[in-house]
């Protein structure tokens, strides 16, 4: 059964382009958490997501950041109009049942904004 | 939520056992303990959960007192690739799921 996917690794972007994160939950999981993790500072949760609705974005920007989780495909993390300080880890996590504080983590995406 | 506090760092060498305690004193009746570890570029990993007394399972053993104001979590004798960043989370049953991580305890396992 393979782990949480997220795609891509690593991605480079210039200020002001738009920055696209993949994640493929666990089979079986329908509901997703996106987390992010500053240089040298701890995780923090964005997003909360199930199939086709968000449930909790309590952590999200206001601005240029959305989140989907269609019902095929991944979920996207998408980052508008990147700037520096967008910089970071960011995680994606996946679990069987709402509620749940037993999550499977993703390798995470290490975005860099140049 | 429960505000948790954990040293921010700790030494051992291998094959000692190691416990890093975590003081949760605003916890909730409802209120459930989890601690993660997370490796260097990776992220983080389930290890236990529980609510009160012992839970143990092959990784570690969480231990939990009466007054569940505070919990440790055991781990029986560390090897090199035990270091890592253990976080201590407190939350409701019921809630989004949403885990809200602190700074954490970074364990150094020496040889």
């Known amino acids: 059964n393979a782990g949480v996917m997220q795609n891509p690794r690593h991605l480079v972007r210039r200020r002001g382009q738009e920055a696209r994160l993949r994640c493929s939950p666990m089979?079986?999981?329908?509901?997703v958490y996106w987390y992010r993790q500053l240089p040298e500072e701890g995780l923090k949760f964005m997003v909360y997501?199930?199939?086709?609705?968000?449930?909790?974005e309590s952590g999200m920007p206001k601005e240029r950041f959305s989140a989907e989780f269609p019902k095929e495909g991944p979920s996207i993390l998408r980052i508008q109009q990147v700037v520096r300080g967008d910089s970071a880890a960011y995680f994606c996590?996946?679990?069987?049942?709402?509620?749940?504080?037993?999550?499977?983590f993703g390798p995470g995406t290490r975005l860099t904004v140049t | 939520l429960a505000k948790t506090t954990q040293p921010i760092s700790m030494d051992s060498y291998e094959g000692q056992e190691v416990n890093i305690t975590c003081s949760h004193n605003?916890?909730?009746?409802?209120?459930?303990i989890t601690w993660y570890q997370q490796f260097p570029s990776q992220g983080p990993r389930f290890i236990i959960q529980?609510?009160?007394t012992k839970v143990t399972n092959e990784v570690a053993s969480l231990f939990i007192p009466a007054d569940r104001k505070s919990s440790t979590l055991s781990l029986p004798r560390v090897s090199l690739s035990d270091t890592a960043v253990y976080y201590c989370l407190v939350a409701p049953l019921g809630n989004t799921g949403k885990l809200i991580f602190g700074q954490g305890t970074t364990l150094q396992v020496k040889p």
């Open positions: 089979k079986g999981h329908s509901h």
């Open positions: 997501l199930q199939k086709e609705n968000i449930i909790d």
């Open positions: 996590a996946s679990s069987p049942e709402q509620g749940s504080f037993e999550q499977y």
């Open positions: 529980g609510y009160k």
């Open positions: 605003n916890i909730a009746t409802n209120d459930y």
